[in-house]
């Protein structure tokens, strides 16, 4: 039985979003008999995932506004989409993006100074330079520079993405890496008031607002 995807909140559903979500969620609604695709679901959300959605809606008897294909939690949860990510290897895990070093500022911590009012990750404080790594197998999906979180790295492990936020180096900027290899170097670029990796995980392709506890 393997674990279900939680529910991305509806804004995850829109034209442009691709993520490997999105085809478990495809391969279940084609399983319900739902399925509305003429080549099979695929990770970007498109009219046909919204058609098929729409007639999952309709199939729980839902009506109007909550049959017009836009995935809503009560719906999603009787879906029972499971999650993409495999399960780790063994051997693959590593105890910290930044080794040796532990969260100094926990995930979900309030605070005014955060820009939705709570911290959407951890941060490990450590010196500049020090190395950042992969904490999972997967691959580095994006690289760039953003006001808030400086210079970043994205890993993407099955169903999710690893932000590396503040870097003072990239070391990696894209293709797939094993656990434990170094990505990047601690910094404090962006809106840092000190060298420190903030690490936010959130479901693939998911924007600000779709954090999820960052275990890995
Ligand atoms: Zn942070």
Not at 50 to 55: D, K
Not at 122 to 133: E, K, L, Q
Not at 140 to 162: A, C, I, N, Q, Y
Request: glycine share 14%; with cysteine; net charge positive.
């Amino acid at each position: 039985m393997p674990a279900l995807a939680p529910f991305p909140g509806a804004a995850f559903f829109h034209k442009g979003q691709r993520s490997p979500v999105i085809t478990a969620m495809g391969k279940r609604l084609v399983a319900e008999g739902c399925g509305k695709y003429r080549t099979g679901p695929g990770p970007e959300w498109t009219d046909a995932d919204q058609q098929s959605y729409a007639a999952w809606q309709r199939k729980l008897e839902f009506e109007g506004a909550d049959a017009n294909g836009i995935p809503g939690k009560a719906s999603w949860d009787r879906l029972r989409v499971p999650t993409a990510t495999p399960a780790p290897a063994p051997g693959a895990r590593v105890a910290s993006p930044v080794p040796g070093h532990r969260v100094t500022t926990p995930y979900r911590k309030k605070g005014s100074h955060w820009v939705l009012g709570y911290h959407t990750g951890a941060d490990y404080a450590a010196r500049h330079g020090t190395p950042c790594v992969a904490v999972r197998d997967g691959s580095v999906v994006r690289s760039g520079h953003d006001t808030s979180f400086g210079d970043f790295l994205v890993l993407r492990v099955g169903g999710f993405d690893f932000w590396y936020c503040h870097l003072s180096e990239q070391t990696v900027k894209g293709g797939p890496v094993k656990a434990g290899r170094k990505i990047g170097e601690v910094g404090s670029s962006g809106k840092a008031t000190g060298p420190h990796l903030h690490f936010e995980k959130r479901p693939a392709g998911g924007g600000l607002r779709s954090n999820v506890a960052p275990d890995w």
